[in-house]
């Protein structure tokens, strides 16, 4: 017996109307079936979320690379010259949108953030400007000290440090590991910590082989533009203008642009796998249910013969999906935030990377599964429901 007819005698009477039975009823007293519905329900949310996030993260790995270009632009001399245009310089100098202009040196440390890895920009500058760059950036340091002046020292920021398995006083670059990106050999004498994921050095390894070939590093090769306080787009907007034969431009807007590019066609992809999965598993979650609610269409006849409208039961089966959809997506999210949070703890904050969980399309992706599983269940119930006789079933039964 699929269902406790003798619960049909519970009901209560106010006039001749009879009461409706409480939602979930039946998997209350059904256990086995409810459980199974649960657990398909809560595994499929979490599946969703795990995947939504694991792609978020592809996105977010490549923010670490940028958020340094939220606070400053680099200029430098153009594919053909090794020194600045000095008209470009020019131009500079003379903006007064522009509040502090740096002599530098750029390098990268290829990292491996989340799922997606690149080079991590550092700057390489005097003392004085390093501190009012890592101002900007809201960085500090946290360990040891910063470089001094004309010497092949960094300071690296701390997720860097945990994403390489560095160590304070430890030698990095290419020098001492072929795989390193990082050109030359750097002592690391501190640890940085802040918003900005970079590094920092006074002399680049490029700079001391200019000295060494006799080349006038007093003229500018690179520049890293701070803007005036809410002049930030103003001067972006000036240096996109700069003419690709006269200086190389790395600004936020540019690189963005660069990325949105690259990434139109992986983004079309990953939602439509994550479109395909939430259909597939929504359409097997329906399915289920549908069979449960097939194997109950006595126990619905029977009751219509009892006097039972069909509005009232058509409510009963939209309360006990509802119910049982919003519950499992409850729980199945819980789930996907406890895994997350052990791969973050485990995995991916020993590394200086972070899974984030809570995002816009995380909660939208996976309230799919209930809003999808719920439309393609009920469809197909009411309109069998629609076509049942209560006569000939209580007959058949009889």
């Known amino acids: 017996m699929i269902y406790s007819y003798s619960s049909i005698t519970e009901r209560q009477t106010e006039g001749n109307i009879l009461k409706p039975f409480s939602a979930l009823k039946f998997f209350k007293e059904n256990k086995r079936k409810g459980l199974m519905t649960f657990i398909v329900l809560i595994l499929s949310i979490c599946a969703i979320s795990l995947i939504t996030v694991m792609i978020n993260s592809i996105h977010e790995s490549f923010d670490v690379y940028t958020q340094p270009l939220t606070k400053y632009s680099l200029v430098a001399g153009s594919t053909s010259d090794l020194y600045l245009n ?129 080349l006038d590093i007093t003229k500018p090769i690179e520049y890293a533009v701070f803007a005036k306080p809410g002049k930030f787009d103003a001067v972006n907007k000036t240096l996109e203008s700069i003419n690709v034969n006269d200086a190389t431009v790395s600004d936020f807007n540019t690189i963005i642009t660069q990325s949105n590019d ?52 058509y ?20 789930l996907a935030y406890l895994l997350i949070y052990l791969l973050n703890y485990f995995v991916y904050n020993p590394q200086g990377s972070v899974l984030n969980f809570f995002s816009v399309n995380v909660f939208e992706n996976t309230l ?5 599983a719920t439309i393609f269940s009920i469809l197909p119930i009411l309109s069998k429901m629609r076509k049942q006789d209560p006569i000939t079933i209580i007959e058949r039964r009889d």
């Open 86 to 214: 000095q008209s470009v310089v020019d131009k500079l100098k003379s903006d007064t949108d522009i509040e502090r202009l740096i002599p530098c040196d750029t390098d990268g440390i290829n990292t491996n953030f989340s799922i997606g890895g690149s080079a991590v920009v550092g700057t390489f500058a005097n003392v004085s400007n390093l501190k009012y760059l890592l101002g900007k950036f809201n960085d500090v340091v946290k360990e040891g000290r910063l470089p001094k002046n004309n010497t092949d020292e960094i300071a690296v920021h701390q997720r860097i440090m945990l994403n390489k398995n560095w160590k304070l006083e430890q030698i990095v670059g290419n020098k001492v590991d072929s795989k390193e990106f990082l050109s030359g050999s750097y002592k690391i004498v501190g640890v940085l910590d802040g918003p900005a994921i970079t590094f920092v050095g006074t002399q680049s390894n490029r700079e001391k082989q200019y000295i060494k070939n006799g």
């Open 262 to 313: 690259s990434f139109a066609s992986i983004n079309t992809t990953l939602i439509g796998v994550i479109l395909a999965v939430t259909i597939i598993l929504s359409i097997s979650i329906s399915s289920l249910m549908y069979l449960i609610y097939l194997q109950r269409s006595d126990e619905f006849g029977i009751l219509l013969a009892m006097g039972y409208r069909k509005s009232f039961i």
């Open 315 to 334: 409510r009963l089966i939209l309360k006990e999906i509802l119910f049982l959809n919003i519950i499992s997506w409850a729980i199945g999210f819980l």
């Open 368 to 372: 799919c599964i209930p809003i999808v």
